[in-house]
Protein backbone atom coordinates (compact mmCIF):
# COMPACT_ATOMS: atom_id res chain seq x y z
CA UNK A 1 0.00 0.00 0.00
CA UNK A 2 1.47 3.03 -1.46
CA UNK A 3 1.14 6.84 0.12
CA UNK A 4 -1.60 8.66 -2.08
CA UNK A 5 0.67 11.43 -3.70
CA UNK A 6 0.54 15.01 -2.71
CA UNK A 7 2.14 18.25 -3.79
CA UNK A 8 4.54 19.13 -1.51
CA UNK A 9 3.59 22.75 -0.47
CA UNK A 10 0.85 24.90 -2.01
CA UNK A 11 1.08 28.80 -1.62
CA UNK A 12 -1.59 31.41 -2.03
CA UNK A 13 -2.31 35.24 -1.07
CA UNK A 14 -5.10 35.91 1.50
CA UNK A 15 -8.58 35.71 0.02
CA UNK A 16 -6.84 33.63 -3.07
CA UNK A 17 -8.28 30.15 -3.70
CA UNK A 18 -5.90 27.17 -3.92
CA UNK A 19 -6.51 23.73 -4.67
CA UNK A 20 -4.33 19.91 -3.40
CA UNK A 21 -4.02 17.20 -5.66
CA UNK A 22 -4.02 13.68 -4.26
CA UNK A 23 -3.17 10.61 -6.07
CA UNK A 24 -3.88 6.90 -6.04
CA UNK A 25 -5.36 4.11 -7.97
CA UNK A 26 -7.82 1.92 -8.41
CA UNK A 27 -7.40 -0.14 -5.16
CA UNK A 28 -7.78 3.01 -3.19
CA UNK A 29 -8.85 7.11 -4.10
CA UNK A 30 -10.39 5.07 -7.37
CA UNK A 31 -12.29 2.23 -6.04
CA UNK A 32 -14.04 3.99 -3.09
CA UNK A 33 -16.15 6.90 -2.37
CA UNK A 34 -14.39 7.14 1.02
CA UNK A 35 -11.79 10.39 0.48
CA UNK A 36 -11.62 11.75 3.78
CA UNK A 37 -9.02 15.42 3.98
CA UNK A 38 -7.38 16.30 7.91
CA UNK A 39 -5.83 19.68 8.70
CA UNK A 40 -3.13 18.96 10.70
CA UNK A 41 -1.55 22.70 12.40
CA UNK A 42 2.10 22.20 14.15
CA UNK A 43 1.99 20.29 17.34
CA UNK A 44 -1.64 19.32 16.90
CA UNK A 45 -3.44 15.97 16.38
CA UNK A 46 -5.32 16.26 12.98
CA UNK A 47 -8.96 17.49 12.35
CA UNK A 48 -11.16 16.07 9.77
CA UNK A 49 -12.27 18.64 7.08
CA UNK A 50 -13.56 16.87 4.14
CA UNK A 51 -15.30 12.97 4.61
CA UNK A 52 -16.86 10.90 1.88
CA UNK A 53 -15.04 12.70 -1.09
CA UNK A 54 -17.14 15.82 -0.67
CA UNK A 55 -18.91 15.92 2.84
CA UNK A 56 -17.82 18.89 5.50
CA UNK A 57 -18.33 17.94 9.46
CA UNK A 58 -20.30 20.10 11.09
CA UNK A 59 -18.47 23.43 12.26
CA UNK A 60 -16.11 23.04 9.07
CA UNK A 61 -16.05 26.23 6.79
CA UNK A 62 -17.68 26.06 3.56
CA UNK A 63 -14.31 27.72 1.97
CA UNK A 64 -13.63 23.92 1.95
CA UNK A 65 -14.97 22.19 -0.79
CA UNK A 66 -13.58 18.67 -2.31
CA UNK A 67 -13.99 16.37 -5.48
CA UNK A 68 -12.90 13.36 -6.87
CA UNK A 69 -12.36 12.39 -10.55
CA UNK A 70 -11.06 8.66 -11.44
CA UNK A 71 -8.10 8.02 -8.77
CA UNK A 72 -7.42 11.82 -8.08
CA UNK A 73 -9.37 13.92 -5.40
CA UNK A 74 -8.88 17.40 -5.09
CA UNK A 75 -9.20 20.10 -2.15
CA UNK A 76 -10.27 23.59 -2.89
CA UNK A 77 -9.61 26.08 -0.28
CA UNK A 78 -11.47 29.28 -0.88
CA UNK A 79 -11.15 32.69 0.66
CA UNK A 80 -7.32 31.60 2.05
CA UNK A 81 -6.94 33.18 5.09
CA UNK A 82 -4.16 33.43 7.48
CA UNK A 83 -5.57 30.47 9.42
CA UNK A 84 -5.43 27.78 6.69
CA UNK A 85 -1.57 27.53 6.94
CA UNK A 86 -1.05 24.00 7.71
CA UNK A 87 -0.59 21.10 6.71
CA UNK A 88 -3.04 19.05 4.94
CA UNK A 89 -3.65 15.18 4.08
CA UNK A 90 -5.58 13.12 2.00
CA UNK A 91 -6.77 10.03 3.49
CA UNK A 92 -8.47 6.76 1.21
CA UNK A 93 -10.29 3.82 2.40
CA UNK A 94 -8.50 1.22 0.71
CA UNK A 95 -10.24 -2.25 1.26
CA UNK A 96 -10.19 -2.86 5.07
CA UNK A 97 -7.20 -0.74 5.68
CA UNK A 98 -6.57 3.04 5.05
CA UNK A 99 -4.11 4.98 3.37
CA UNK A 100 -2.72 8.64 3.78
CA UNK A 101 -1.17 11.31 1.19
CA UNK A 102 2.49 12.47 1.36
CA UNK A 103 1.01 15.67 2.55
CA UNK A 104 1.20 18.84 1.35
CA UNK A 105 2.49 22.04 3.64
CA UNK A 106 -0.22 25.31 2.97
CA UNK A 107 1.89 28.90 3.40
CA UNK A 108 -0.55 31.99 3.40
CA UNK A 109 1.59 34.21 1.65
CA UNK B 1 -19.25 13.66 21.98
CA UNK B 2 -16.63 10.76 22.02
CA UNK B 3 -13.42 11.89 24.13
CA UNK B 4 -10.29 10.21 23.56
CA UNK B 5 -7.06 9.82 25.85
CA UNK B 6 -4.11 8.73 25.24
CA UNK B 7 -1.01 7.52 27.94
CA UNK B 8 1.39 9.70 28.49
CA UNK B 9 5.34 10.12 26.71
CA UNK B 10 7.91 7.07 27.10
CA UNK B 11 11.68 7.05 26.70
CA UNK B 12 12.81 3.75 26.13
CA UNK B 13 16.73 2.13 25.40
CA UNK B 14 16.69 0.19 22.14
CA UNK B 15 15.44 -3.84 22.43
CA UNK B 16 13.17 -2.81 25.21
CA UNK B 17 9.21 -3.32 24.89
CA UNK B 18 6.62 -0.86 25.43
CA UNK B 19 2.72 -0.45 25.31
CA UNK B 20 0.94 2.94 24.40
CA UNK B 21 -2.81 3.14 25.16
CA UNK B 22 -5.94 5.23 23.94
CA UNK B 23 -8.97 5.19 26.12
CA UNK B 24 -12.37 6.50 24.47
CA UNK B 25 -15.48 7.50 26.04
CA UNK B 26 -18.93 7.97 24.52
CA UNK B 27 -22.40 7.01 24.28
CA UNK B 28 -22.52 2.85 22.67
CA UNK B 29 -18.46 3.24 22.54
CA UNK B 30 -18.35 -0.77 21.59
CA UNK B 31 -19.21 0.28 18.42
CA UNK B 32 -16.27 2.28 17.69
CA UNK B 33 -13.27 1.66 15.39
CA UNK B 34 -9.85 2.85 17.40
CA UNK B 35 -6.98 2.80 14.69
CA UNK B 36 -3.44 4.16 15.46
CA UNK B 37 -1.43 6.76 13.05
CA UNK B 38 2.30 7.39 13.34
CA UNK B 39 4.35 10.49 12.89
CA UNK B 40 8.30 10.06 12.78
CA UNK B 41 10.06 13.77 13.33
CA UNK B 42 9.22 16.16 10.76
CA UNK B 43 7.34 13.80 8.19
CA UNK B 44 4.02 12.65 7.25
CA UNK B 45 1.03 10.90 8.95
CA UNK B 46 1.17 7.35 8.21
CA UNK B 47 -1.72 4.50 9.02
CA UNK B 48 -0.58 1.52 11.50
CA UNK B 49 -3.74 -0.70 12.37
CA UNK B 50 -6.69 -0.39 13.39
CA UNK B 51 -9.38 -2.44 15.62
CA UNK B 52 -13.12 -2.95 16.26
CA UNK B 53 -13.86 -2.70 19.87
CA UNK B 54 -16.74 -4.98 19.75
CA UNK B 55 -15.12 -8.43 18.55
CA UNK B 56 -11.64 -7.13 18.07
CA UNK B 57 -11.34 -7.26 14.67
CA UNK B 58 -7.69 -6.04 13.16
CA UNK B 59 -6.54 -4.61 9.97
CA UNK B 60 -2.45 -3.69 9.96
CA UNK B 61 -1.29 -1.61 7.30
CA UNK B 62 0.92 -3.68 5.24
CA UNK B 63 4.34 -1.93 6.38
CA UNK B 64 3.77 -2.11 10.08
CA UNK B 65 2.10 -6.18 9.98
CA UNK B 66 4.28 -7.64 12.21
CA UNK B 67 6.41 -4.95 13.43
CA UNK B 68 3.65 -4.13 16.46
CA UNK B 69 0.58 -5.33 17.91
CA UNK B 70 -2.87 -3.74 18.31
CA UNK B 71 -5.26 -5.21 21.06
CA UNK B 72 -8.22 -3.86 22.76
CA UNK B 73 -10.65 -4.16 26.25
CA UNK B 74 -14.01 -3.78 25.69
CA UNK B 75 -14.70 -3.08 29.01
CA UNK B 76 -12.61 0.01 29.32
CA UNK B 77 -12.60 1.22 26.29
CA UNK B 78 -9.34 1.01 25.79
CA UNK B 79 -6.55 0.12 22.76
CA UNK B 80 -3.50 -0.56 22.81
CA UNK B 81 -0.31 -0.55 20.57
CA UNK B 82 2.59 -2.70 21.67
CA UNK B 83 6.22 -3.23 20.82
CA UNK B 84 8.27 -6.33 21.51
CA UNK B 85 11.65 -5.07 20.94
CA UNK B 86 12.03 -1.40 20.21
CA UNK B 87 14.29 0.77 17.81
CA UNK B 88 16.28 4.04 16.81
CA UNK B 89 13.70 4.41 13.82
CA UNK B 90 10.66 3.79 16.51
CA UNK B 91 10.81 7.61 17.22
CA UNK B 92 8.25 9.07 16.78
CA UNK B 93 4.62 10.72 17.78
CA UNK B 94 1.42 8.20 17.71
CA UNK B 95 -1.99 9.25 17.17
CA UNK B 96 -5.32 7.15 18.20
CA UNK B 97 -8.13 7.96 16.32
CA UNK B 98 -11.76 6.78 16.39
CA UNK B 99 -14.63 6.05 14.50
CA UNK B 100 -17.49 4.52 14.43
CA UNK B 101 -18.56 1.66 12.48
CA UNK B 102 -20.08 2.14 9.63
CA UNK B 103 -17.93 5.31 9.17
CA UNK B 104 -15.17 5.69 6.98
CA UNK B 105 -13.76 9.11 8.73
CA UNK B 106 -11.52 9.60 11.76
CA UNK B 107 -13.37 12.19 13.97
CA UNK B 108 -11.90 11.84 17.37
CA UNK B 109 -8.16 12.02 17.74
CA UNK B 110 -5.81 11.47 20.72
CA UNK B 111 -3.36 14.11 21.88
CA UNK B 112 -0.97 11.93 21.01
CA UNK B 113 2.06 10.04 22.68
CA UNK B 114 5.79 10.68 22.03
CA UNK B 115 7.64 7.73 21.89
CA UNK B 116 11.73 8.45 22.30
CA UNK B 117 14.02 4.91 21.79
CA UNK B 118 17.05 6.58 22.05
CA UNK B 119 20.03 4.74 24.14
Known amino acids: QSALTQPASVSGSPGQSITISCTGT?????????VSWYQQHPGKAPKVIIYDVTNRPSGVSNRFSASKSGNTASLTISGLQAEDEADYYC?????????FGTGTKVTVL | EVQVAQSGAEVKNPGESLEISCQGSGNDFANYWIGWVRQMPGKGLEWMAI????????KYSPSFQGQVTISADKSIGTAYLQWRSLKASDTAMYYCATTRNGNYRWDFWGQGTLVTVSS
Open chain 1, 26 to 34: SSDVGGYDY
Open chain 2, 51 to 58: IYLRNSDT
Open chain 1, 91 to 99: ESFAGGVYV
